[in-house]
Structures are given as C-alpha cells and as structure tokens.
C-alpha cells in the first residue's frame, strides 16, 4: 500500500507565503525558500506552491521562487496559479516544479489538462478543484479565480471530467472548511473517490492531529494538505506522521 502524504501548501503573494481564511485576508507568513526548506527539514512529503494572486492580476506564476525552492529542497513540488498553457506548463518544469496545478485555466479551456497530460504525462498534470456547497442544499459547486468566481459546474462531475481528459491527480479544497480549522469535509472526499481512480489529495480544515488521522480512516484520500496549521507551528510534521502510525495510517 502506497504510503499517504503530508503536503504543506505555500500560499504565495508577490512571492511571499500568505494565509488567509475562506480565501481572503491574507497575513504574510515569510520566505518561501526558507519555509520549504523547514518543511523539508521536518519531513514533509511534498510540497504544493499555489500563486494566488497570478490568476486575478493576469500575471505568469513565481518562475524565479520555483527555481529558488527546487535549487534547495529535493522533495517534489506541485505548481499552480495562472498557469494559463503549455509554455507556462514547461517553464515552470524547466524552473524545478515536478507537477503542474491546472484549476481556472482548466474549467475555462479543459482540453488544456489532455494537452499537458499529452505532452508531459499524466503523472505531471494536477488538477485543483475548489468546493463550495450551494447554502442548503447537497449541491457542490466549482469555484474558480482563487475562490471568487462561482461556475455552473458540480464538483463530483467535473473530477469525472478532469480524470477522464488526463489528470493524474486532483487536489480538492472545500472552500467551506477552508481555515476554520474545523477538520476535512470526509464526505466530500468519499463521493469524489467513488468516482474517480486517481490518487485524490484533501484540502481544507486541517485544525489538529485527529484531523488528519480521520481523513486518512474515514475517506480513500492519498494525502492532506494543510498550511496555517503547519506555517505557524500549531502542528509539526513529525507529530502528525507520530499520529499517523499509531492509528494503523502507513506515512513514509
């Protein structure tokens, strides 16, 4: 059985690490190269840049804090934000990232995820998924642009959608869960699972250390991200894995 992953999540804002709740109000945390090297130090098994600024301010993601980072940590790095096509794709490979997360530019143009799936693998395309339940209803809407444009998309049908055209991966956040701290939305992640076979990485609520245990017991996910948590030292990545093996979770 493949070992479950803890993934730190390096929000980045005018190539600074930023973390905010339900998607705004955005603290400054630090240097990304500094903090990746820590989470590396502490064992983290990946780590996922997000810029979250890129794809409202139309600008081309961090190259130079991609190439920064990989030149001093060895763990593999998902890349995401304004990542808008191929070239955006292969620069961002070229600078060190291992995969690419497609989330706007893929609801807008899906067959973006075949073409990079074509051209660099399944295994390099990620797609994130932002998940909003429509208020009273069961009905999980896709967001885009950071969480600030609502689709006429359903979640469950468009990770269908996203394995079907070549996504290698899908990183799902419930934007509901999103810094509340309140733990993962396991439903969430159990309906996904149901209908895709591809590894599926939860996002969003990580509060405290049985939260991590119950997303790994309780929903077929292959990792949990989680960055407040981590950024401002409430949980270590050694005392989440410590967790982990006690309940029977196998962490590398």
């Not at 945390?29 to 990946?46: M, S």
């Not at 301010?57 to 961090?62: F, L, P, V």
């Not at 070549?166 to 701290?181: F, I, N, W, Y």
Request: charged content about 25%; hydrophobic content about 45%; glycine content about 8%.
């Amino acid at each position: 059985m493949l070992a479950k992953r803890i993934i730190p999540c390096l929000d980045i804002d005018n190539n600074r690490v930023k973390k905010g709740i339900n998607f705004v109000n955005l603290a400054d945390v630090g240097d990304p190269a500094t903090i990746a090297a820590e989470y590396e130090r502490q064992g983290a098994d990946e780590l996922v840049f997000l810029d979250i600024t890129a794809t409202n301010q139309k600008r081309a993601t961090m190259i130079d804090v991609v190439e920064n980072v990989s030149r001093q940590v060895f763990m593999p790095l998902t890349v995401g934000g304004g990542v808008k096509d191929l070239i955006d794709m292969q620069k961002l490979l070229k600078a060190g990232a291992d995969k690419i997360a497609l989330n706007s530019a893929a609801v807008a143009n899906p067959q973006l995820i075949q073409a990079g799936a074509k051209k660099f693998g399944n295994q390099c395309i990620v797609v994130a998924i932002d998940v909003k339940k429509d208020p009273g209803t069961a009905h999980r809407r896709v967001y885009t642009h950071g969480g600030k444009q609502a689709t006429e998309m359903d979640a469950i049908e468009w990770a269908k959608q996203a394995v079907a055209l070549g996504a290698g991966e899908l990183l799902v956040t419930s934007m509901d869960k999103d810094g509340t701290k309140t733990g993962f939305d396991v439903e969430l992640y159990r309906e996904i699972a149901a209908v895709v076979d591809v590894p599926l990485i939860a996002s969003g609520g990580a509060g405290k250390i049985a939260d991590f245990t119950k997303i790994f017991t309780e929903a077929p996910v292959d990792g949990a991200l989680a960055a407040s948590v981590f950024h401002f030292g409430e949980l270590t990545i050694p005392q989440v894995k410590q967790a982990l093996t006690a309940a029977g979770v196998n962490v590398r």
